[in-house]
Every structure is written in structure tokens, then in C-alpha cells.
């Protein structure tokens, strides 16, 4: 059975840490993902997620069935495992360093990545139960557009190449 992940993407004007720690739930984490070789249509990548001086290593396993949904495998990994999976890293990628705050939302959690690339804008993603569940970003955030499906923001497109700030 697969594990379907359904999520929306905006662009959002870069919001100041200081209004996102103030949210309530509020919590931050520094990732740096590594895109793994992989088959056309497949995304392979491991994860070092540090949040109160814990690290945390993923390993995941994506295949693309539409712009809202991917089939997703994921699992939490060793460091050892984290290390030798490294050798298998994409040449044709670099790795992606940002900030991650996650923030509950009228019953959702939102996840704005905070990449070091940008100065004025920033992404949010919202996973959903279903591709037609409502979603509203709060108001103290700037939305500038959505970018759900758009493979160029697409954290494997990011770590191949940087697009210009539309902020």
C-alpha cells in the first residue's frame, strides 16, 4: 500500500524568525538534505535534521504521481547508514541547507524552509489529508504565489539550480 504525501507549496515573502518563533507550537530545525542517484521519475535523498542539538537521519524514497502527490517511503536511519549513503550522492546536485519551522495551523502543520540562497522570500508547504482538503495560509504570512506542482521549486530542482527571487 503506498504512503501517499499530499502537500501544497507557496512562495512567501521571507518572514522574520522572531514572528515564527512567536507562533504558538512553533519549532525550528536545521536540514541538510543529500539527492542520491536515482532512475528517471524517482527521488532518492538522506536527511540530517538537527533540532535541540539532536540530529535525526532519513532516508526517502519519492516516486512523483502528480503535482499534489508523491508516493513516499521514508525511514529513519543510523549514521553509519547516513554516511555510506553519502557516496551514493547525485554529482549533478548539491546539497540543500535550510531552516525548518513547523507550525500547527488550524489543524494543520505548516512548514516554512528557510534557505540561506534567498534574502526575500522563503517556502511554505502544507501536507494534506487529501488533495481537496481546504487549506488557508494565516494572514501573518505573504503569500506571493503558489507553487504547487512547479518543478523548479521542488527541493530536488533547488539543490541543481537556484532560481532568481521574485520578492
Not at 72 to 86: C, G, M, R
Amino acid at each position: 500500500m503506498p504512503n501517499l504525501e499530499i502537500e501544497r507549496k507557496w512562495l512567501i515573502a521571507r518572514p522574520d524568525p522572531a514572528i515564527l518563533a512567536a507562533q504558538p507550537g512553533a519549532a525550528a530545525s536545521e536540514i541538510v538534505q543529500t539527492y542520491l542517484t536515482a532512475p528517471d521519475g524517482v527521488s532518492r535523498r538522506v536527511r540530517a535534521r538537527t533540532a535541540g542539538g539532536i540530529t535525526t537521519y532519513t532516508r526517502t524514497t519519492k516516486h512523483r504521481i502528480d503535482a499534489m502527490t508523491a508516493d513516499e517511503d521514508e525511514a529513519v536511519i543510523p549514521a553509519d547508514e547516513y554516511t555510506a549513503l553519502l557516496r551514493d550522492a547525485d554529482p549533478a546536485c548539491r546539497p540543500i541547507a535550510k531552516t525548518r519551522w513547523c507550525i500547527p495551523h488550524a489543524g494543520q502543520t505548516l512548514e516554512i524552509d528557510l534557505y540561506p540562497f534567498w534574502d526575500k522570500q522563503a517556502v511554505l508547504e502544507i501536507e494534506l489529508p487529501a488533495p481537496d482538503a481546504p487549506v488557508e495560509p494565516p494572514g501573518w504570512l505573504t503569500v506571493l504565489c503558489e507553487v504547487t506542482g512547479d518543478r523548479a521549486y521542488s527541493n530536488h530542482s533547488l539543490a541543481r539550480r537556484i532560481p532568481d527571487e521574485i520578492a
